[in-house]
């Protein structure tokens, strides 16, 4: 469950437009929340009704763990409804409205730069982790400990030349950025996917120390 909910999840914040082009995911998220909430009925019942390996935990490991991905599901679900609602407002036709191609452009560009972080100590609230870095040359390709355990988006430039950028429009340098930042996260997506239920533990047990995890 917790590699499922961190796949759709990041599945999801890498494409911005899967909800609108697979409106089926929507039905597959509703039924996961209801696949979810029988199944934690069930392991939390005495004697527990499903057999899981979470039904042998004490009840505080137990407890916690489904509360956790309770969590999960409830914002996958939150978000997908979101956007689902936002692709159907797009769907529905415009009365006495005409957009044009430039006009659909600058709205683009303007969210762009309304939801623009830029990169390292250029962000208001300062590095997302240890290895998010402004000058490329400074950061490690493989990711760090701090940036596997980083709940915040990786900084992922839009490689368009309206799209808001810290580097010079046009210059080797702005290029040279885009492409080392999108080829870096398109080879390490796969390896932080699957450490991403390892290291999801290892916050728990940060914010848990009390619990004897070995029990799980």
Not at 22 to 45: C, G, I, M, Y
Not at 120 to 129: A, I, Q, V
């Amino acid at each position: 469950m917790d590699l499922l909910l961190s796949i759709l999840h990041r599945y999801l914040s890498r494409f911005k437009r899967a909800i609108k082009n697979h409106p089926e995911l929507r039905d597959f998220v509703k039924d996961l929340f209801l696949w979810f909430s029988r199944w934690a009925t069930a392991v939390k019942a005495s004697p527990p009704s499903f057999v899981d390996s979470i039904a042998l935990s004490s009840s505080e490991i137990r407890n916690l763990t489904l509360a956790e991905l309770e969590k999960d599901v409830s914002r996958l679900k939150s978000i997908v409804d979101r956007e689902y609602g936002d692709a159907e407002r797009v769907r529905r036709p415009v009365v006495h409205a005409t957009v044009t191609a430039d006009q659909m452009q600058q709205a683009f560009t303007a969210r762009l730069h309304h939801t623009y972080e830029p990169p390292g100590t250029l962000r208001d609230g300062g590095p997302r982790h240890d290895n998010d870095l402004t000058d490329i040359r400074d950061i490690r390709i493989a990711p760090t400990h701090q940036e596997l355990l980083c709940p915040l988006a990786p900084y992922l430039p839009v490689y368009l030349p309206t799209a808001p950028h810290h580097l010079p429009e046009s210059s080797m340098q702005r290029h040279l950025d885009i492409q080392f930042r999108l080829l870096r996260e398109e080879m390490s997506y796969v390896a932080v996917c699957s450490a991403a239920p390892y290291t999801d533990r290892i916050s728990l047990k940060c914010f848990h120390p009390t619990i004897n995890w070995r029990a799980s």
